[in-house]
Each structure stands twice: as structure tokens, then as C-alpha cells.
T-cell receptor
């Protein structure tokens, strides 16, 4: 049981390049999320998917697109990277477990845009 | 939407002391309040949570309290140890519909041996 996995772990892009961050979970969770973490800013929601086939914008969606490929996989795409997108990106999944939510995070992707 | 304020941003204590981190929230519909610990270079991990029908919850050396009237909740760590050093995040969410927690900005706790 790997939990939530993300690839790549590190990435350096030049301004204007594109890339896709991959995320997968093996816990059969319905909900999946993409967050970005910047120093002193906490975790800010980019997009989330409440179930397979649905996606919704979060607090900071500009410059990003997502795809919920199936129940397991949720990818984040940067079409034209900008230095402001330098950040650590976390994927997460969650499910109501009867008494509380279980939300699990992936190991993160550290992205630098030069 | 929900707004969560967290204080202090940095907290430095001596080993064995207690540490308290405080959060306030704005949306009275929020009724679920998880706390996450993030060690340096690691992913956030849920350490304790509290629902609005409970005023206090304990798990060994950590406890959370909730005051729904004042819209604030706190994390208490007793007998701190160096391994408690990490960034702690509070969050608030409703339990109806989609689960979308709003996070505070985090508190960096440093426990000096």
C-alpha cells in the first residue's frame, strides 16, 4: 500500500516551458487535491476533484489545468511556466472514515522556474 | 469563503516546556478542525482533529480545544521533545458536501534540547 505517490520529486523549468505533475493513490479515495506551498503561506488549494470525472477550481487556479484520469490518478499541468509558479506542490486524497476525514499527502514536487 | 488565522508564526521553547498554537476561523458553518505536522522536507501528516460537538480532545501529549462561540481552536503540546520540532498547520472545514479544508499559514515550532 503506497498511499499517495507523486512524480517527479524535483523539476527545473525555464519560463514558458510546460510540464505535467503526476499523482496516484491506491486507497480508493474519491476526493483528490493539488496544493502549492510557499514559505509563510501555508497550503493553498489549486484544484480539487470530488470524484472521478469532476474537477473544480480552488483558491489559486490561474496558470494550471488538471485531469482526473480515473479514480486513482489526478494530474496537474502547467502550460507555460512562470517564475511565480516556483513552489512545492503536494497532491492529496481524502475520504470520510466514519468518525473523521482521512487526508493523506504525497511526498511533494519541488518545482523551480527560471 | 473560510479564512483561518494562525498564531504565532514561530514558537521557540525549551525541551519539557508546553507549547500552544492558536487558530481562529470565520465561517460558522465549519465544524471539523484537523491539525497537521510537517517535518522539514516531508509531507504534512494529520496528528489530531476535533469536531464541533466536542470541546476538547487528547492524545497522549497533544490536545486540542475548541470554542465555537468565539470561533477559535488551539493545539497544546505538553512535555515538548526535540522531535516535536516541525511546522504545524491548523485547518477548518465543513462536513457536508465536498471536504475542502482551509489551512492556516503554519507555526514553526522549535524545541531546544
Amino acid at each position: 500500500n503506497a498511499g499517495v505517490t507523486q512524480t517527479p520529486k524535483f523539476q527545473v523549468l525555464k519560463t514558458g516551458q510546460s510540464m505535467t505533475l503526476q499523482c496516484a493513490q491506491d486507497m480508493n479515495h474519491n476526493s483528490m487535491y493539488w496544493y502549492r506551498q510557499d514559505p509563510g503561506m501555508g497550503l493553498r488549494l489549486i484544484y480539487y476533484s470530488a470524484s472521478e470525472g469532476t474537477t473544480d477550481k480552488g483558491e489559486v487556479p490561474n496558470g494550471y489545468n488538471v485531469s482526473r484520469l480515473n479514480k486513482r490518478e489526478f494530474s496537474l499541468r502547467l502550460e507555460s511556466a512562470a517564475p511565480s509558479q516556483t513552489s512545492v506542490y503536494f497532491c492529496a486524497s481524502s475520504e470520510w472514515a466514519g468518525e473523521a476525514y482521512e487526508q493523506y499527502f504525497g511526498p511533494g514536487t519541488r518545482l523551480t522556474v527560471t | 469563503g473560510e479564512n483561518v488565522e494562525q498564531h504565532p508564526s514561530t514558537l521557540s521553547v525549551q525541551e519539557g516546556d508546553s507549547a500552544v498554537i492558536k487558530c481562529t476561523y470565520s465561517d460558522s458553518a465549519s465544524n471539523y478542525f484537523p491539525w497537521y505536522k510537517q517535518e522539514l522536507g516531508k509531507r504534512p501528516q494529520l496528528i489530531i482533529d476535533i469536531r464541533s460537538n466536542v470541546g476538547e480532545k487528547k492524545d497522549q501529549r497533544i490536545a486540542v480545544t475548541l470554542n465555537k462561540t468565539a470561533k477559535h481552536f488551539s493545539l497544546h503540546i505538553t512535555e515538548t521533545q526535540p522531535e516535536d520540532s516541525a511546522v504545524y498547520f491548523c485547518a477548518a472545514a465543513g462536513t457536508g458536501g465536498s471536504y475542502i479544508p482551509t489551512f492556516g499559514r503554519g507555526t514553526s515550532l522549535i524545541v531546544h534540547p
